[in-house]
C-alpha cells in the first residue's frame, strides 16, 4: 500500500500531467490557427506581387492614353493614386558646346 | 540419471530423519510461510512514480515545443507585417483604378473603353459592381 506522502505525490504528478494535456491541447490548436493566418497572409501577398505589373500597367496605359488624347477624366483617375501628368514637354535638349580648339 | 527425491528439505535446509515424521513437520512449515508478512521493499511506489513521471514529462516537452512553434509563428506574423500593408496598399489601387477605368468605360470614355478591351483580351474582365475583396485579418 502507499503511505500518504506517496499517494498525494502521484496525485499531483497526475494533476499535473493532466493540466499539460490540456494546456498543450490548446496551445495546439491556437498554433493552427496561427499557422492558418500566416498562410492567408502570405497567400494574399504572394497574390499582391503577382498583380504589381497589372497596375503598373494600367497606371502607365492611362497616363499614355491621358497625355496623347489630353483626357482630364483619366488624368483624374489617375490624380486619386496621387499620380499627377504633365503634359509639359520636357526641355529642349542643350545643344553640344563647340569642341575646344586643339592649342597650337 | 534417476530422479531421487532428495532426502533434505532444499527450501529449509532441515535434514528429514525419517518419512513418517516429516509430513506433520512440513505442513506446519509450510502454514508459518503462509502466515509471514509480504517482503517489503516492493511497493507499487517506485513503478508508479516512473510511470506518472513519464506522464508528466513528455506533455511538458510537448508544451515546450508549443511554445516554441507560437513563438516562431509570432515572429513570422510579425515579420509579414510590412508586405501586408503594401499588399493592402496596392490591392486597394488595383481596385480602385481598374472600377473608375471601367465606370469610365461604360460612360462612354473611349481610352477607358480601350484599356478595358486591352485588359479583356488578356483574361482580365472588371466587375465594377462587386464588393472589394476583404484583406485577411491584420490582427491575431
Given amino acids: 500500500m502507499l503511505n500518504s506522502k506517496q499517494f498525494w505525490t502521484l496525485n499531483v504528478l497526475g494533476l499535473a500531467a493532466l493540466v499539460l494535456v490540456i494546456a498543450n491541447m490548446v496551445a495546439f490548436s491556437h498554433n493552427r490557427d496561427a499557422q492558418v493566418d500566416v498562410n492567408t497572409r502570405g497567400a494574399y501577398i504572394q497574390q499582391a506581387a503577382q498583380l504589381q505589373p497589372l497596375y503598373q500597367q494600367i497606371i502607365k496605359a492611362l ?8 483626357d482630364p477624366q483619366l488624368r483624374e483617375v489617375l490624380a486619386k493614386q496621387g499620380i499627377s501628368v504633365s503634359t509639359t514637354p520636357p526641355p529642349a535638349a542643350q545643344p553640344p558646346a563647340p569642341a575646344a580648339q586643339p592649342k597650337k | 540419471m534417476s530422479s531421487v527425491p532428495p532426502t533434505s528439505d532444499a527450501r529449509t535446509g532441515a535434514a528429514a530423519p525419517s518419512m513418517q515424521r516429516q509430513a506433520p513437520h512440513h505442513s506446519h512449515e509450510r502454514t508459518e510461510r503462509e502466515r509471514e508478512p509480504a517482503p517489503t ?62 465606370t469610365l468605360a461604360s460612360n462612354g470614355n473611349a481610352d477607358a473603353k480601350l484599356i478595358v478591351q486591352e485588359l479583356a483580351k488578356r483574361g482580365i474582365t472588371i466587375n465594377p459592381n462587386a464588393p472589394a475583396a476583404e484583406p485577411p485579418t491584420a490582427d491575431r
Fill in chain 1, 63 to 70: 497616363a499614355d492614353l491621358s497625355v496623347r488624347n489630353n
Fill in chain 2, 41 to 102: 521493499g516492493h511497493g507499487p511506489f517506485v513503478p508508479l512514480l516512473l510511470l506518472a513521471l513519464a506522464v508528466v514529462l513528455w506533455p511538458a516537452y510537448q508544451a515546450v515545443q508549443l511554445n516554441k512553434e507560437r513563438q516562431n509563428l509570432a515572429t513570422v506574423f510579425a515579420n509579414q507585417k510590412t508586405q501586408y500593408d503594401t499588399a493592402v496598399k496596392l490591392r486597394t489601387s488595383l481596385d480602385t483604378v481598374a472600377r473608375d477605368t471601367a
